[in-house]
């Protein structure tokens, strides 16, 4: 088994949203908490997502930024004129933030065909490379098992190459279970002379309902084997859990044992399944608290 806890080891990062509601706030502060004793390169805190606001992704930035932890802020183009990214560009600047996950977006239904200046996250890439130079560390994000809306995996793949010769140092993947097809994907860019880390995003499985939906969104792919036996399981949601544990853990082992250079875990502001994950990786320090977040 992998030990992130080595010196040199892979990089855990973490992604949190902005919460709704005060409960949903203290909640993701008690998560965070736990969360930092992993020691994550960085955490980042999603865009516009789930109906989120832009104050939103702010104030929770500031927050954990507050917990002493380097904050990256996902940014989406979609719908915003230059003027409004400069604003918040500007903003994270002077708050002494040098890492973005820099992203398209997506459109929220019914808001119409005025989707703003830039149309492709490599525009905004290299919008951000000649407004800020290398001010900021750019994330972008990749799809092994291609984006939804794209035309053919290979177009989507040299979307992907545009997207890095825009300016990206990085990237983070969307979830996925089927680690051949991360394998397989950073063998595609690497094949394009790309050498940029491409860092596994995975998402702990603790919900069927909520994975199905988003899955059926992102376009990741639930394998047979994984749906049935998650159907099995009904309302059983302890054996859901140790058993979206148990493959994820899998899954996170054989990614860092060939190659991956860390691990991106989709928070979703609950610690106790990534702490379990972790723990089971052999990450020394994963905190064991009774204090369920
Ligand atoms: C790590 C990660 C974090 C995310 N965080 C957020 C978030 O905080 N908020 C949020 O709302 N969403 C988030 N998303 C979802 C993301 O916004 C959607 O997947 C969105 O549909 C695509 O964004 P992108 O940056 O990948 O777009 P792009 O890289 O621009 O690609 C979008 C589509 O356009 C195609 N394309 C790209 N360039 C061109 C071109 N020149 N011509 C024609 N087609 C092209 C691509 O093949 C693809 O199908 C995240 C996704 C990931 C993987």
Request: aromatic share 8%; proline share 5%.
């Amino acid at each position: 088994m992998s030990n992130l806890a080595q010196p040199g080891a892979p990089a855990l990062s973490l992604e949190y949203f902005p919460p709704r509601d005060i409960a949903a706030q203290e909640r993701l502060v008690r998560s965070a908490k736990r969360l930092a004793a992993l020691n994550p390169a960085y955490v980042s805190v999603t865009f516009g997502a789930g109906g989120s606001t832009r104050t939103g992704t702010v104030d929770t930035v500031q927050m954990l930024r507050n917990l002493g932890t380097d904050v990256a802020p996902h940014l989406s183009c979609i719908g915003a004129t230059r003027e409004d990214l400069r604003a918040i560009l500007d903003d994270y600047l002077a708050r002494g933030i040098r890492r973005l996950v820099a992203l398209r977006g997506d459109m929220p239904s019914g808001m119409g065909g005025d989707t703003g200046d830039l149309h492709y996250a490599s525009e905004l890439v290299r919008f951000v490379r000649e407004q800020y130079g290398d001010a900021f560390h750019i994330e972008v994000a990749a799809y092994p098992e291609m984006h939804p809306q794209a035309e053919s995996a290979r177009q989507d793949l040299l979307h992907f190459v545009n997207k890095v010769h825009a300016g990206a140092d990085s990237a983070i993947t969307q979830y996925f279970f089927n680690p051949d097809a991360y394998f397989d994907f950073v063998d595609q860019v690497r094949a394009h002379g790309i050498d940029i880390p491409i860092t596994p995003g995975i998402m702990p499985v603790t919900n069927y309902t909520q994975l199905a939906r988003f899955s059926s969104m992102c376009g990741a792919e639930i394998p047979r084997w994984m749906r049935l036996r998650l159907q099995d399981f009904g309302d059983d949601k302890a054996s859901i859990r140790a058993f979206g544990i148990d493959v994820v853990t899998r899954l996170t082992a054989r990614l860092l044992e060939n190659g991956a250079p860390g691990v991106h875990f989709y928070t979703l502001n609950h610690a106790d399944a990534v702490v379990q994950i972790c723990d089971n990786l052999g990450l020394a320090g994963a905190q064991r608290s009774a204090v369920g977040a």
